[in-house]
């Protein structure tokens, strides 16, 4: 199943206003009273971010899952218990790319066949991956061995460079 990487950045916002605020009257005052009104006042945080990868059918399946951990109106609340709305939600998903290796490919196609009924076609698949692994093995030994040719023809070069400059002395 594909996989996707998920970001979601966000802001939160709420009012807030004093509740329950009292002033004590001074001793000796007459006709004492307390009127005060404390209008709400909004705060809005900035930098909300929260990412992960997951396993999803496509990249709606994705979003689904994106939803579920934040969405524009959702409230949340505070250690302090103060509700907040998360607001301005913006998602970015993107499809992680696995490269394709001999590896992988073989993983994908052994799956494949092996849920079918023919086994010709899992016997053919193995043979073409055993193939594969044996020249893979015979291309590594053939490049190492050529790196060590390399080595020598350089190692001779030098000493003949070196002769050369001794013997023109």
């Not at 909300?48 to 951990?69: H, N, P, W």
């Not at 524009?72 to 790319?97: C, F, H, L, P, Y």
Request: with cysteine; glycine share 6%; aromatic share 8%.
């Amino acid at each position: 199943m594909p996989r996707f990487n998920v970001q979601i950045e966000f802001d939160l916002e709420t009012s807030i206003s004093p509740e329950g605020v009292r002033f004590d009257e001074p001793d000796g005052v007459e006709d004492y009273e307390d009127s005060s009104y404390f209008q709400d006042n909004p705060v809005e945080c900035y930098g909300g971010s929260i990412a992960f990868t997951v396993e999803a059918e496509d990249e709606d399946e994705a979003e689904e899952t994106a939803r579920q951990a934040v969405y524009d109106g959702m409230e949340v609340e505070d250690d302090s218990g103060i509700t907040w709305q998360a607001v301005n939600v913006r998602t970015e998903i993107e499809k992680v790319v696995i490269p394709m290796t001999l590896d992988r490919a073989r993983e994908i196609l052994t799956g494949l066949v092996s849920s079918g009924d023919d086994e010709e076609v899992r016997e053919a698949v193995e043979f073409v991956f055993d193939s594969f692994a044996s020249m893979e093995a015979r291309l590594s030994e053939a490049t190492s061995r050529i790196a060590g040719l390399v080595a020598r023809v350089e190692q001779a070069e030098a000493a003949t460079a070196v002769t050369e400059v001794t013997e023109g002395s």
